[in-house]
């Protein structure tokens, strides 16, 4: 058990499987080019979470009306094979994360800890209440000082609760910046205007292969991504 506690976690990569007229490189950065009518799709792998990875994904309207980018614009199929021409069995099929949810959960859950702090507060000062008075009320010096000691740990621990309190509270809140700032979400394009973000998925941990599926209003395109897993201490990826 000791062992398997000390694992590593296995860390993943995408690497575009594609024609190499469809891609082009910035800074290390493989960048998918896909085109229909005038509206223009550049997709990029950016990054793995311990759950999820993202895409980073830029759409260009050139056509002449309005088109509607959101995140159920963007799904996956998962295979367990190793190229698109013979991508083997189905696995998942998966839509993308919907920031406006993950927004709503982080705002749930400062609510929920500005609640938990708040009757953690009020159970502080009930309890040092009762310390302080059963100090009035002792009758000798030794517990006196009991008490004073109990009320001065009292306060250590509090303030180490209140520290704790908000490092989580600036956790949640950078989170909710991330995904209001950063997060590909719903937008209507008009001719000529562009949006950049990054759309996260589901990580399938089993997955070889991904088939990436983007619906914009009458245009369709799809990609695939091969997805490799690496072992700390091997030397060879799966």
Same mark, same amino acid.
């Given at each position: 058990?000791?062992?398997?506690?000390?694992?590593?976690?296995?860390?993943?990569?995408?690497?575009?499987?594609?024609?190499?007229? %469809?891609?082009?490189?910035?800074?290390?950065?493989?960048?998918?080019?896909?085109?229909?009518?005038?509206?223009?799709?550049?997709?990029?792998?950016?990054?793995?979470?311990?759950?999820?990875?993202?895409?980073?994904?830029?759409?260009?309207?050139?056509?002449?009306?309005?088109?509607?980018?959101?995140?159920?614009?963007?799904?996956?199929?998962?295979?367990?094979?190793?190229?698109?021409?013979?991508?083997?069995?189905?696995?998942?099929?998966?839509?993308?994360?919907?920031?406006?949810?993950?927004?709503?959960?982080?705002? +749930?859950?400062?609510?929920?800890?500005?609640?938990? %702090? %708040?009757?953690?507060?009020?159970?502080?000062?009930?309890?040092?209440?009762?310390?302080?008075?059963?100090?009035?009320?002792?009758?000798?010096?030794?517990?006196?000082?009991?008490?004073?000691? %109990?009320?001065?740990?009292?306060?250590?621990?509090?303030?180490?609760?209140?520290?704790?309190?908000?490092?989580?509270?600036?956790? +949640?809140?950078?989170?909710?910046?991330?995904?209001?700032?950063?997060?590909?979400?719903?937008?209507?394009?008009?001719?000529?205007?562009?949006?950049?973000?990054?759309?996260?998925?589901?990580?399938?941990?089993?997955?070889?292969?991904?088939?990436? +599926?983007?619906?914009?209003?009458?245009?369709?395109?799809?990609?695939?991504?091969?997805?490799?897993?690496?072992?700390?201490?091997?030397?060879?990826?799966?």
């Amino acid at each position: 058990m000791i062992l398997q506690a000390c694992s590593p976690e296995p860390v993943y990569r995408l690497k575009a499987k594609v024609n190499d007229n %469809q891609t082009s490189f910035y800074k290390g950065v493989e960048y998918i080019h896909l085109e229909n009518d005038s509206v223009l799709v550049t997709i990029s792998y950016y990054e793995h979470t311990s759950s999820m990875f993202a895409l980073d994904v830029e759409v260009i309207n050139n056509s002449e009306q309005i088109v509607r980018v959101a995140p159920d614009s963007f799904a996956y199929k998962s295979y367990s094979g190793f190229i698109p021409e013979n991508p083997g069995q189905l696995l998942t099929f998966n839509q993308a994360k919907n920031p406006e949810q993950k927004i709503l959960s982080l705002d +749930l859950a400062l609510s929920q800890q500005k609640a938990n %702090q %708040q009757t953690d507060e009020l159970l502080f000062y009930t309890l040092q209440g009762l310390t302080a008075a059963n100090g009035v009320m002792a009758e000798t010096e030794e517990e006196q000082e009991e008490a004073g000691e %109990q009320l001065a740990q009292n306060a250590v621990n509090q303030q180490i609760d209140r520290a704790r309190y908000h490092h989580r509270r600036a956790g +949640l809140r950078g989170s909710k910046e991330f995904w209001k700032a950063e997060a590909l979400r719903i937008t209507d394009l008009w001719p000529g205007e562009s949006i950049r973000g990054l759309v996260y998925f589901k990580t399938d941990p089993n997955a070889k292969l991904y088939q990436i +599926l983007i619906q914009l209003d009458k245009f369709h395109y799809d990609t695939w991504f091969r997805q490799k897993k690496y072992q700390p201490g091997q030397k060879h990826y799966q």
